[in-house]
């Protein structure tokens, strides 16, 4: 057997020999079927007897050395990678991160731990099979979480993606994965939105272009407001000229319901894409809405023509009743997991993920016309 003499002379060395002779037994036993190619089965099995023998014979550093030698074997069976795992000590992460396979076996008898460290390391991994990873998303981890939204072979479906969704909103994290991925539908992460990078609430929002949704509780509301849009968007222009900012809280509190530190953090977002969304819930079209969002964005002149270029093109592409739907998963009025279902999902794959930022500004000459006004109006305040 792989170069060893029989089993029973290994015994009597063993007993013989004391703990150094039992120390140098193992680390040679595990660095020879480590260096050895394929094994046949019963080579394995005739190692995995002595290998469970000469384990609890040694001293903690023999056998911490011994798992870390055999571990690099790539025909390691179940109750061999197990004595990799019960043995290696301080060395388990490294060993799951790197060792080529590890068995459905190995990975439950992990997971049943319940040590969210070691499980948040096999989470990485990308030969998780199907039981393994359903035991993992029973973990309530924010660190197992947040391994499995980075996982990119990990497909979030059914109740994976049901899950992942409620995770994001309780782990900015875990959402700042998320909206980086192109197989989410970044428009789950609406609760999440204020804890996202300018480029990634882009995505959310840009997640409901020609995009049918649930009715959402504020409609109503905001269609009795809309009646006076133009005096709504020529009041916030105003504000945002004179940098009267805390009013704009004030008023959108007024409007949206929502409380003031939310529509605080929407007042002085100067990327300008949660202004867009209730901008755009109030029914504005991009002639209004653009005028007012220039005056609240801050971004650089280099930058402003795509930004509003941007914005034109959402203003096209995004229903008022979509961003009412958003503007109501900030009040925590609607189901989110309700655009899961198969008559609100979107249009066109890829609509839905290609960000508002790289297409094709609209060839609309109203919307033109507004851009081209407006870059002027920028120019004449920047001098």
């Keep these: 057997m792989i170069g060893f003499q029989p089993y029973e002379t290994f015994q009597l060395l063993i007993e013989t020999g004391g703990m150094d002779r039992a120390n140098t037994l193992l680390v040679a036993a595990c660095d020879a079927f480590a260096r050895r190619g394929k094994p ?21 550093i023999a ?35 790197d060792a080529p396979t590890i068995s459905e076996e190995t990975m439950i008898g992990i997971i049943s731990t319940a040590d969210t460290r070691v499980c948040a390391i096999l989470a990485n991994r990308t030969d998780i099979s199907n039981i393994a990873l359903a035991k993992l998303f029973q973990l309530n981890s924010r660190r197992v979480y947040r391994a499995l939204s980075a996982n990119p072979t990990i ?10 969704a409620r995770s994001a909103q309780m782990d900015h994290k875990v959402a700042q994965s998320l909206a980086k991925r192109k197989d989410f539908d970044t428009a789950l992460l609406a609760p999440a939105f204020f804890d996202l990078e300018e480029v990634d609430r882009l ?32 009041a916030l222009m105003k504000l945002f000229m004179e940098n009267r900012r805390p009013e704009v809280t004030r008023l959108l509190t007024q409007i949206t319901g929502m409380d003031e530190v939310r529509c605080g953090q929407i007042a002085h977002d100067v990327s300008g894409a949660a202004l867009f969304v209730i901008l755009r819930a109030f029914g504005m079209t991009s002639q209004d809405g653009l005028k007012v969002i220039i005056h609240a964005t801050s971004h650089e002149d280099e930058d402003r023509s795509q930004t509003l270029g941007t914005f034109a093109t959402m203003f ?3 229903s008022s009743d979509a961003m009412a739907f958003l503007l109501s998963a900030w009040r925590d009025e609607v189901n989110l997991l309700d655009l899961a279902k198969p008559k609100y999902r979107p249009f066109t794959q890829e609509t839905k993920r290609v960000p508002a930022s790289t297409r094709i500004i609209s060839k609309d000459p109203v919307i033109t016309q507004a851009v081209d006004a407006l870059e002027r109006i920028g120019a004449r305040r920047a001098s």
Excluded at 68 to 95: C, H, M, W
Excluded at 155 to 164: C, F, Q, S
Excluded at 203 to 230: H, M, N, W
């Design 203 to 234: 995505r959310v929002i840009d997640a409901f272009s020609l995009r049918k949704t649930p009715d959402a509780p504020i409609t109503r509301t905001l269609e009795q407001i809309s009646l006076a849009k133009g005096d709504l968007a020529r």
């Design 316 to 318: 096209q592409n995004i």
């Design 40 to 60: 046949h089965e019963p080579e394995i099995e005739q190692f995995e007897v002595l290998a469970e023998r000469l384990f609890p014979t040694a001293d903690t």
């Design 63 to 97: 056998r911490i050395k011994a798992a870390s030698t055999l571990g690099r074997s790539e025909f390691l069976s179940p109750k061999l990678e197990q004595l990799v795992v019960a043995n290696i000590g301080d060395d388990l992460n490294s060993y799951l991160s």
């Design 155 to 164: 497909r979030p479906r059914g109740p994976y993606l049901n899950a992942l």
